[in-house]
């Protein structure tokens, strides 16, 4: 049996299992490392689909814009992080990506502060942290075990990951 799917699903597709991936082994909110339960009607409510998102097409430098200014009004240094969809000085145009190691402290602190700030800038949310804005789809995380970084006891891997998937 085969099942086509539309290359936006496909890149739904993909990132939800890449962030899956990275963000194996997320820290809960009281630090204890472990998933924190979803309260049911919660559960149920991002199990629903979501309404197309509407508005004005962005850029990506847009984009990359409201992704540096949230991370300033979450109290962190955007030029601290390194973003992958800049690669020799080329920008991808369907990606922004910032990541950054900071101390753990600092990261559970500063989630619900960037994620109150993307919602300030338009960004609706979808899950928890995943947002999304015409069409590109943002997911923020952190997590304290990394196999691609070595993190010290204390620290996270703090991650924005933005990816545009076309007009659908």
């Known amino acids: 049996m085969h099942i086509r799917v539309r290359p936006q699903t496909a890149a739904v597709i993909a990132l939800a299992a890449s962030a899956a991936l990275a963000l194996a082994g997320c820290s809960s909110s009281d630090g204890s490392g472990a998933a924190a339960p979803k309260p049911a009607a919660a559960a149920s409510q991002s199990a629903k689909p979501s309404a197309k998102a509407t508005g004005a097409p962005l850029g990506r430098d847009a984009v990359d ?10 109290g962190l240094d955007p030029e601290k992080g390194k973003g992958s969809g800049d690669a020799n000085a080329t920008k991808n145009a369907s990606v922004v990506d910032w990541t950054a190691v900071t101390t753990t402290q600092q990261a559970e602190w500063a989630l619900p502060r960037l994620g109150e ?6 960004w609706r949310e979808t899950a928890p942290q995943s947002y999304e804005k015409t069409d590109w789809v943002l997911l923020i995380g952190s997590t304290k075990q990394s196999s691609t970084v070595n993190l010290k006891s ?9 990816t545009y998937l076309g007009a659908g």
């Open 65 to 74: 814009d409201e992704v540096k200014s949230s991370l300033r009004a979450a």
């Open 154 to 162: 204390g620290e996270s891997l703090l991650t924005v990951n933005v």
């Open 117 to 122: 700030q993307l919602k300030h800038l338009g």
